[in-house]
């Protein structure tokens, strides 16, 4: 058990094809997009470079997105979002739980604001040029890299 990365939000290609070469490269335990077949798509291999054979991909629908978090905190993952919000704590300063669901949103809209209220709490990126977000495959990577940095160390500290 670690870091499940859910990409059910997520609907580009080129973003989840990147996320689960990211995924596995970093070593995270899984990751959940909303339709497992995306993995077939060409685009998707072009990107992914074979990183769905070695990675566990989890499929749940957008309908069963609510249930699929529930359960994930049942079984004793912390259900954090990547998500510019009220509240979020800078990703520099966060402690990932050795336990963590790492929520991604869709592209432009972000986490749906039922699916924020699920969550045990938010990380974000500090920016400081005049873009005010970046791709959700760099967001997540920049997390994704920070818990297993975290992982590495011992999980030192908490959030």
Avoid: M
């Amino acid at each position: 058990p670690g870091l499940i990365v859910v990409a059910t939000l997520v609907d580009k290609i080129p973003n989840l094809a990147g996320l689960a070469r990211t995924c596995e490269v970093l070593g995270a335990e899984a990751l959940t997009v909303a339709d497992a077949a995306v993995t077939k798509h060409r685009d998707f291999a072009s990107i992914s470079v074979t990183a769905e054979k070695w990675l566990p991909i989890n499929e749940v629908s957008l309908s069963g997105l609510k249930s699929y978090l529930s359960r994930l905190r049942k079984e004793g993952y912390a259900l954090i979002g990547l998500e510019q919000t009220r509240g979020a704590v800078s990703l520099e300063t966060f402690s990932f739980p050795p336990r963590t669901a790492l929520v991604l949103g869709r592209e432009r809209e972000g986490i749906d604001a039922d699916v924020l209220g699920l969550l045990d709490g938010c990380v974000v990126i500090r920016q400081r040029g005049l873009i005010r977000s970046l791709n959700v495959h760099v967001s997540a990577s920049l997390a994704i890299h920070r818990y297993a940095h975290q992982a590495s160390t011992g999980f030192a500290g908490s959030h």
